[in-house]
C-alpha cells in the first residue's frame, strides 16, 4: 500500500510557473510508474504526464508538452511535476497517481493509488 500526498498547488498569473510535488509513504516508491492527472473545474480527470519508476522515461499529454517537466527524486519518495508558461485552462485540482507496472499509463483505470489533490489556478 502506498499513501501519496500532493503539495505546492495555489494561485499564480498567467505566464507564471509553479512546481508542485508527490510524497509517498512507502520506502519502496522508486519501483512505482508515477502519474499527475488533473481534473478542471466541471470537467473529467485527465491525464497529464507520467514517469517510469528510475525517471529514464517520460510521457506528456499534448496539451502540456514543452510547458510542464516531470521528475522524480527517489531518495527522498518524491515526484515533481514543474509547470510553466501557466494558462488559464491549467486551472484544476491535480492528482499524483502510482503504479506497479513499467508502462506510462495514461488511463486513470490503470493506476492503483491516488493523492487527495492540490489546486493550481491560473488567474487572467
Known amino acids: 500500500q502506498v499513501q501519496l500526498e500532493e503539495s505546492g498547488g495555489g494561485l499564480v498569473q498567467i505566464g507564471d510557473s509553479l512546481r508542485i510535488s508527490c510524497g509517498a509513504s512507502?520506502?519502496?516508491?522508486?519501483?512505482?510508474?508515477v502519474g499527475w492527472f488533473r481534473q478542471p473545474p466541471g470537467k473529467e480527470r485527465e491525464f497529464v504526464a507520467a514517469?517510469?519508476?528510475?525517471?529514464?522515461?517520460?510521457n506528456y499529454a499534448d496539451s502540456v508538452k514543452g510547458r510542464f517537466t516531470m521528475s522524480r527524486d527517489n531518495a527522498k519518495n518524491a515526484v515533481y511535476l514543474q509547470m510553466n508558461s501557466l494558462k488559464p485552462e491549467d486551472t484544476a485540482v491535480y492528482y499524483c497517481?502510482?503504479?506497479?507496472?513499467?508502462?506510462?499509463?495514461?488511463?486513470?483505470?490503470?493506476?492503483?493509488?491516488w493523492g487527495q489533490g492540490t489546486q493550481v489556478t491560473v488567474s487572467s
Open positions: 514517469i517510469s519508476w528510475n525517471g529514464g522515461r517520460t
Open positions: 512507502r520506502r519502496t516508491f522508486s519501483g512505482y510508474t
Open positions: 497517481a502510482g503504479r506497479l507496472d513499467t508502462s506510462l499509463a495514461t488511463r486513470i483505470d490503470d493506476y492503483d493509488y
